[in-house]
């Protein structure tokens, strides 16, 4: 989210957009087929299900309502639940569907098509493919980017980056990816909040329609009329894993992959800054007369935190003391879009709501990482751990006040963190808006770094022109101890993680975190005032590893004594490769920064990337053409097919 103010339409390099893929995507709703009775699917995305080894949800729009909407996978065709609604502001019905696959082999690749009996596709229907999960402990990939908007700069904060960084995506290869909320940036475009989120859909879809993209609610997913807290459009749109929480269905969730626990959070309900659907004037935002809704004030602003009475925390409690007891959890990853530990200057900043409910908590079930967007650039945190009291001021008077500021436990930058001793954040708002924010804080008296932090909910303010409002920024600032690594020449890139359970010699698991960039991307650079265009080539910024002790190590360690309360070695200067205890010296080696190879840093990976004008068919690979004489395996049943390929199994691990 950018607190830039930005004219729809800016930056004429928005012509970029138009890629080969999303180009694809959004030819299938270019044609003149807007009547009530085009079924079509578009807008096609996959999310888990509720064992990611087992299930997933097909989801799909289409321009009017489907007649009997429905997935097939080999023999199985699987009903749709149909799931529309009408948008609060410009009273367009919105048609959705949801199809719940199930009973699917760990480590599978299947085949799916997506129809309609009012397909206008009916002939050739939108088919793919996707890979469940693995079983047990195995190796696997993940990709992770916030804030990506659209490729149509005729909306606001959309920018042709945005269909790079699907590509990039894809180029990776992901088992799936997380995406950190302000998906497409609806609330900044209310009137046309439908074919804003259409569009980012459709762009998407080059991605999305082949692995689950799990996402989560950013602040601008909140939108006016449209649900008790305006997440209507977000949670129409997706099928996301059970809380089991009343009332709560798809605010959070969380889901398991191998030894990783991900956890996926609303900050929309703890955070103090009001950064929602906001009409600043001086004109009032007035609904189409079909909806019944009354106008909306200058000066009014959605401003849900507390909203779910402490039912997420509580959850999130629950949740994550359940992952540390299971003795087959090594990592916890959570998943969230405001920041607790940002810096950025002309951003957003950090929010003490995030320290205050959350942060105890990822301290005492030792969460290993916390991934971001919100603002507009790439950042990384120290592993930190409890918080410094007193470390802020006011801004406005210089008094000293309490930020929480997270405690680094080391700030030896050594390219490999034990996360058994402190949780790294990481700021990924880096997908594809036109406002980078690679902008940072800097204190002009010492010349620390310094970072921003909202202590109290500041709502709207009337400046000097009349009915026109303005909203209150961070109230307070802090020495940003904490963060170790900013990349100031783009805001734009992708996060890769391969996670490796412990194939090594010493079996100690390990995630590789790297961080590819767009260089060039910037519509104006910040630091050299250069002019960029969007552009498609992702090059390596940094790599890092994240270590943990094996489960059973760190008992072993506990009973001896050898661990204090958050796994730090007695007498153990954190970051130091030795551990002293009176009497005895034991040396420690850290570890390289090998693990598992990287493939494609910086560079596209042909293997399931199709060429324009492509789209794959059931029981086709992707990237693999039938040989001359071949015959593709289609979905309908044929003489000779085994029982895994007649239930639509592309390829077994």
């Given amino acids: 989210m950018s607190r830039r103010q930005v004219l729809a339409g800016a930056g004429s390099t928005g012509l970029l957009a138009a890629t080969a893929s999303s180009a694809r995507a959004a030819a299938r709703t270019r044609r003149s087929r807007a009547g009530a009775s085009d079924g079509t699917p578009e807008q096609i995305h996959l999310t888990w299900g509720e064992n990611p080894a087992t299930s997933v949800v097909v989801s799909w729009a289409s321009p009017g309502q489907a007649v009997r909407p429905r997935v097939r996978i080999g023999q199985r065709v699987i009903p749709a639940e149909p799931r529309p609604y009408t948008d609060g502001i410009s009273g367009a019905t919105v048609w959705t569907y949801h199809a719940r696959v199930g009973g699917l082999r760990p480590g599978a690749t299947y085949a799916y098509a997506v129809t309609a009996d009012n397909d206008g596709d009916a002939a050739d229907p939108f088919s793919a493919t996707f890979r469940t999960a693995p079983g047990g402990r195995a190796p696997f990939r993940f990709t992770s980017f916030g804030d990506l908007a659209t490729p149509n700069t005729a909306w606001v904060l959309s920018y042709g980056q945005s269909a790079y960084a699907v590509e990039a995506v894809e180029s990776f290869q992901p088992l799936f990816h997380l995406l950190n909320g302000d998906l497409c940036y609806a609330n900044l475009n209310p009137t046309v909040q439908p074919e804003v989120w259409r569009d980012f859909g459709n762009n998407n879809q080059t991605s999305a329609a082949n692995r689950p993209w799990m996402p989560c609610p950013g602040n601008h997913e909140v939108e006016f009329y449209n649900g008790p807290q305006g997440f209507a459009s977000y949670l129409t749109r997706y099928t996301l894993p059970d809380n089991r929480v009343p009332g709560f269905g798809g605010h959070w969730y969380s889901f398991r992959?191998?030894?990783?626990?991900?956890?996926?959070?609303?900050?929309?309900?703890?955070?103090?800054?009001?950064?929602?659907?906001?009409?600043?004037?001086?004109?009032?935002?007035?609904?189409?007369?079909?909806?019944?809704?009354?106008?909306?004030?200058?000066?009014?602003?959605?401003?849900?935190r507390g909203y779910s009475g402490g039912s997420q925390t509580a959850w999130l409690e629950r949740t994550l003391a359940a992952g540390r007891a299971d003795e087959s959890v090594d990592w916890i990853i959570v998943q969230m879009h405001q920041c607790a530990a940002s810096s950025s200057a002309p951003g957003n900043g950090s929010d003490l709501g995030i320290r205050q409910e959350w942060l105890p908590l990822f301290d005492r079930y030792q969460v290993d990482l916390v991934l971001s967007g919100h603002d507009h650039d790439y950042e990384r945190s120290f592993p930190v751990r409890g918080a410094d009291a007193d470390a802020g001021r006011e801004v406005a008077t210089g008094a000293v006040i309490n930020t929480l500021r997270p405690h680094p436990v080391t700030t030896t930058d050594s390219g490999v963190f034990d996360t058994s001793q402190g949780t790294v954040h990481l700021i990924l708002g880096c997908g594809g808006t036109d406002a980078p924010l690679d902008e940072y804080g800097t204190d002009t008296a010492d010349g620390k770094r310094q970072a921003k932090v909202f202590t109290r909910a500041g709502r709207p303010i009337l400046t000097a022109t009349p009915d026109v409002y303005t909203r209150a920024a961070a109230d307070a600032v802090e020495d940003a101890i904490w963060s170790a690594r900013r990349d100031t020449s783009t805001g734009y890139g992708i996060a890769v993680f391969d996670v490796d359970p412990g194939s090594g010699a010493d079996g100690r698991p390990s995630i590789t975190v790297t961080h590819h960039h767009a260089v060039g991307a910037d519509p104006v650079n910040p630091a050299t005032g250069t002019k960029g265009a969007p552009a498609p080539d992702y090059t390596e910024f940094e790599t890092f590893r994240l270590v943990r002790p094996t489960r059973l190590g760190h008992r072993r360690a506990l009973r001896a004594g050898l661990l204090g309360r958050h796994g730090v070695g007695r007498g153990q200067r954190i970051g130091d490769a030795q551990v002293e205890r009176p009497g005895q010296r034991i040396e420690h080696r850290l570890l390289g920064q090998g693990g598992l190879a990287q493939r494609g840093r910086g560079q596209r990976r042909d293997r399931g990337v199709l060429g324009p004008g492509q789209h794959q068919r059931p029981g086709q690979v992707a990237g693999h053409a039938p040989a001359p004489g071949r015959q593709v395996r289609h979905l309908h049943p044929e003489p000779g097919l085994d029982e895994a390929q007649q239930r639509g199994v592309v390829e077994r691990a």
């Fill in 257 to 304: 992959i191998g030894s990783v626990l991900f956890v996926s959070l609303d900050a929309d309900d703890v955070v103090y800054q009001d950064a929602a659907a906001f009409v600043a004037g001086p004109a009032a935002l007035t609904p189409v007369a079909s909806t019944g809704h009354p106008p909306i004030q200058p000066g009014t602003s959605f401003y849900v």
